[in-house]
């Protein structure tokens, strides 16, 4: 039985899995709050918990945001399985995604936060975590897919 659009669950599982790990690591190393500079004033570890969105926004609505995390879920889920067999950019892209709104979902339901610890001091960003990245990926994957297809040009 072969599988469609393979690259999307890959991207998805990489996704998750590599998120998971990485927060699992951080809550048995790192006390909340604590910080190890990689490169000092440029990139720490930080654990922090976070029960908002994207830096912190939404803070304290983590009830509508696990279920808009796992609505998310479920829509590309069905789009992998019922829809067509996507492209190369698309398929990456809607898995990164999809794993990475599974990583955050995951958080929201079990620990009613989300873990995040990547720290980039040097730009004074927010703290966020691997799935926040693959979710950015994703996009940039889409948006590459969005480039790379052209529009049929009608010559008359």
């Avoid at 790192?30 to 029960?51: D, E, S």
């Avoid at 908002?52 to 829509?75: I, P, Y």
């Avoid at 980039?120 to 966020?128: A, D, E, K, T």
Wanted: aromatic share 18%; with cysteine; net charge positive.
């Amino acid at each position: 039985m072969r599988i469609k659009n393979n690259l999307f669950w890959i991207a998805a599982i990489v996704a998750f899995c590599l998120d998971q790990l990485t927060k699992y690591w951080i809550m048995q190393t790192f006390y909340l709050g604590q910080t190890q500079a990689i490169l000092p004033g440029i990139f720490h570890f930080t654990y922090v918990t976070n029960t908002g969105a994207a830096f912190s926004l939404l803070s304290g609505k983590v009830e509508w945001l696990r279920w808009l995390s796992f609505g998310v879920s479920l829509v590309l889920i069905a789009m992998a399985l019922f829809g067509p067999a996507l492209h190369f950019w698309d398929r990456l892209g809607y898995g990164f995604i999809l794993g990475g709104a599974i990583g955050n979902g995951l958080d929201r339901f079990i620990l009613g936060y989300v873990v995040d610890f990547l720290d980039f001091r040097l730009i004074n960003f927010p703290v966020f975590n691997l799935a926040d990245v693959f979710i950015n990926v994703g996009i940039a994957c889409l948006l590459i897919s969005t480039f790379q297809k052209t529009p049929t040009s009608h010559h008359r």
